[in-house]
């Protein structure tokens, strides 16, 4: 049996300065943006394996602490052109740093007492600089719309395990990638009698790892499993083809997307054996996965206080490519659903339950089993809309579990983790006043900035 513990906290400051500059053309405009961001953040997580009498067999505890700063900057030019016509380019870059100390402690069975064990901590700096280019141009003519465009990348990414560290770490001690890409990007609408629409598109995009996927050195999870990072990990590089189709009605709404999608460089955190009843666990490029499938939604009014938001998804999903020698090509139709209902039970008071099913999913080496999971809130608007309350129950049947089984060279390992279950929060917003932040300054989608071990 085994218990596990964790705990994270961060501090830090964010400021935002941003100019607009309006000329005489009518929608034309010039935009500077500055983001900075920096924090410290101190975490462990803890897992001590017990006898069914609840004597300690073993027990180990990691903690993790550092600092991160992030800076933002970006250079965006928008003009008309005719009647329909816009024109977009500009220039973005993000500097990401971050410096962490990390720890491995292991429990004295006797005392349950944990003492520092140097031959797992480790000091590791980790720095990214992206800069890019971009250009978007759209128009319509008649009852067909489009536009397209082309972003230029080039990224600078550095892992250094400082002197400091262990002897535990894997590969070199500094490695260094850098990489031009680029991501065309096409979209064509065409407007159909009866609110209808038809969108086509093609896009290629890019999806980097977190931070502590290049890690290199050893983390014990627990008596039987490990894990390190991969300071060599190559970003994923997605494109995806969609069809779709849109129908607005009075009080509904409908749409039908319809998708293939490829992966490359495909990032799988995969297992083999460490060595006799010990598992290890990596970040890996192991190939190319694919997506063919639909997504449908229907959302109407059943009545004036009581709205269904339906939605499914069914795609053939499959994965290949080669580990080791190892060569795999695993293919699974997979399905999920969600129903969400609301009940405005008057002008200030709603309830919200929303009921999700995914089915059987796979990766390279194993197989996930069902999740399904019922969440409801209640919503409560006083003091002249000013103040907001929000409970909210999540996973009411505590059916929201994980379990998956991997198989591999030499061996077959099962995984269960009982999430505790339901959780209930309660929420108080007040508003002074009608700010409302601008998305177009605040913009965290390009790295994470709450990494944390896994």
Partial sequence: MSDEDAYHKSQGVAANAYYTQQFNRQGEELRATITYQQRASDEYSKNILRNMDQTVIEGKKNTEEGPMERLETKLDYTRTSGQYGKIETGYQSTFYNSKDQTEQLNIQTATEQFLNNPAYNNEIKFRQDIHALYFIYGNKNAALGYQIGMRGEYSNRTVKALPSASNAIIGDTKVNIQRYDYFPSL????????????????????????????????????????????????????????????????????????????????????????????????PENVGMDYYLGMDLSYSFNMTKWWRFDLSGSLFDYRVKGQWQDNDFNEHLLTWSYRINQTLRLNALTQLQANWRYYSKRITSQGVYQPVYTLDMALRKEMMKRKLTGVIELRDIFSTNNRENTNTGIDFRDHYFQKIHTPVLTFVLTYRFNNYKPNNKIINNDRLSDDETME
Avoid at 238 to 255: D, G
Avoid at 262 to 270: G, Q, S
């Fill in 187 to 282: 979209h064509l609408s065409y407007q159909l009698p009866f609110h209808q629409e038809l969108m086509a598109s093609y896009s290629r995009r890019i999806e980097r790892s977190r931070s502590y996927h290049f890690e290199p050195f050893y983390t014990w999870v627990d008596a039987y499993n490990i894990r390190h990072g991969n300071s060599s990990l190559l970003p994923e590089y997605i494109n995806t083809y969609e069809l779709n189709y849109l129908k607005k009605m009075e009080n509904a709404y409908f749409s039908l997307e319809t998708y293939y999608t490829i992966t490359n460089n495909k990032v799988e955190w995969i297992r083999s054996v460490y060595d006799d009843n010990i598992i290890q666990r990596f």
